[in-house]
């Protein structure tokens, strides 16, 4: 098929791939601008615009898409069967929607309609779900609400965090979306019992807020890992906590109350929350490596009683 594909970040890259290697024709890639990145704030391409530029596919990155007709006249004139979309991370207006013969396909990282929105892979690990998925939608004017053409169930372990659940959809929704090409399945509407929505991300949500109980917690902490991160202070200090287990209630744990959140209990880096303990297991200071716990207290001795702040 002849295609456009748009999207910008890491979890479209292996669908672009997998279009590429399967011999369809891809007329433009679309990805978001270039933009200061990093420490030393060098602009820098997109995922998706380093891979397209491998691939020696044309790139367009235009900074806005819904007010700007002469990209919509541009797009018409591809004459596209389909657009595939992957987190393009722009809203495309109508007429480009309706553009292509088989119109824009979706792939999005969640069962629809459950987590409709910009962040459905923290938002799932977030809520405690046990499964997740990939569905592959055809875009209407609403957010994530189009028609459903395919969709398979991934499950969410104790131990899953978003770098992980994040490779395993990104190369389900490429292996999806060469099926949904191949068969054109016919398009089912989603229901609109059950549907939620996941907000977009700041680095202020890793924030971690010590009265919440230790099982929301622990889940904050894989659902935000690599980003935004979780994070506390120690002595005015950031520090990150990059993995955290929910303490069995025994010993220590047993003395935990609300009145005592963000409390180190014991000489483990035992925490107190609003219901339960949390036990870190391994941590950062800002500015230094990351450590296990055992190897950051020998750094770092912390008294028990001392108390973490938000």
């Not at 399967?22 to 007329?27: C, N, P, R, T």
């Given at each position: 098929?002849?295609?456009?594909?748009?999207?910008?970040?890491?979890?479209?890259?292996?669908?672009?791939?997998?279009?590429?290697?399967?011999?369809?024709?891809?007329?433009?890639?679309?990805?978001?601008?270039?933009?200061?990145?990093?420490?030393?704030?060098?602009?820098?391409?997109?995922?998706?615009?380093?891979?397209?530029?491998?691939?020696?596919?044309?790139?367009r990155t235009p900074p806005r898409l819904r007010t700007v007709s002469g990209e919509w006249d541009a797009f018409a004139a591809?004459?596209?069967?389909?657009?595939?979309?992957?987190?393009?991370?722009?809203?495309?207006?109508?007429?480009?929607?309706?553009?292509?013969?088989?119109?824009?396909?979706?792939?999005?990282?969640?069962?629809?309609?459950?987590?409709?929105?910009?962040?459905?892979?923290?938002?799932?690990?977030?809520?405690?779900?046990?499964?997740?998925?990939?569905?592959?939608?055809?875009?209407?004017?609403?957010?994530?609400?189009?028609?459903?053409?395919?969709?398979?169930?991934?499950?969410?372990?104790?131990?899953?965090?978003?770098?992980?659940?994040?490779?395993?959809?990104?190369?389900?929704?490429?292996?999806?979306?060469?099926?949904?090409?191949?068969?054109?399945?016919?398009?089912?509407?989603?229901?609109?019992?059950?549907?939620?929505?996941?907000?977009?991300?700041?680095?202020?949500?890793?924030?971690?807020?010590?009265?919440?109980?230790?099982?929301?917690?622990?889940?904050?902490?894989?659902?935000?890992?690599?980003?935004?991160?979780?994070?506390?202070?120690?002595?005015?200090?950031?520090?990150?906590?990059?993995?955290?287990?929910?303490?069995?209630?025994?010993?220590?744990?047993?003395?935990?109350?609300?009145?005592?959140?963000?409390?180190?209990?014991?000489?483990?880096?035992?925490?107190?929350?609003?219901?339960?303990?949390?036990?870190?297991?391994?941590?950062?200071?800002?500015?230094?490596?990351?450590?296990?716990?055992?190897?950051?207290?020998?750094?770092?001795?912390?008294?028990?009683?001392?108390?973490?702040g938000a």
């Open positions: 098929m002849r295609l456009a594909f748009m999207g910008s970040p890491d979890f479209a890259v292996p669908a672009l791939r997998a279009l590429h290697a399967a011999g369809h024709q891809i007329a433009a890639v679309y990805c978001q601008p270039a933009r200061p990145a990093g420490r030393g704030q060098a602009v820098r391409r997109c995922p998706v615009h380093v891979e397209a530029d491998g691939l020696g596919l044309p790139v591809l004459n596209l069967d389909a657009a595939v979309v992957a987190a393009y991370g722009l809203i495309l207006p109508r007429a480009m929607l309706i553009a292509p013969r088989l119109g824009c396909l979706n792939i999005h990282a969640s069962l629809l309609p459950r987590w409709r929105g910009a962040a459905p892979i923290h938002a799932a690990i977030l809520a405690g779900d046990s499964e997740t998925g990939i569905t592959i939608m055809r875009m209407d004017e609403g957010l994530d609400t189009g028609p459903m053409l395919l969709r398979e169930v991934v499950p969410i372990t104790p131990s899953t965090t978003t770098a992980t659940l994040h490779d395993t959809l990104a190369k389900l929704g490429a292996r999806l979306i060469l099926t949904a090409l191949a068969s054109l399945p016919r398009p089912v509407p989603q229901p609109e019992a059950g549907a939620t929505y996941a907000a977009k991300l700041s680095r202020d949500d890793g924030r971690i807020d010590w009265t919440q109980d230790a099982a929301s917690i622990e889940r904050r902490v894989r659902a935000f890992d690599p980003w935004p991160g979780t994070f506390s202070t120690l002595d005015g200090t950031v520090l990150k906590i990059l993995s955290a287990v929910v303490a069995d209630g025994s010993g220590a744990t047993s003395g935990a109350t609300s009145g005592a959140s963000g409390t180190i209990l014991d000489d483990r880096l035992l925490l107190a929350c609003g219901a339960g303990a949390l036990r870190l297991t391994r941590v950062q200071l800002a500015g230094r490596a990351a450590m296990d716990a055992a190897a950051f207290l020998r750094g770092h001795p912390i008294a028990t009683g001392t108390r973490l």
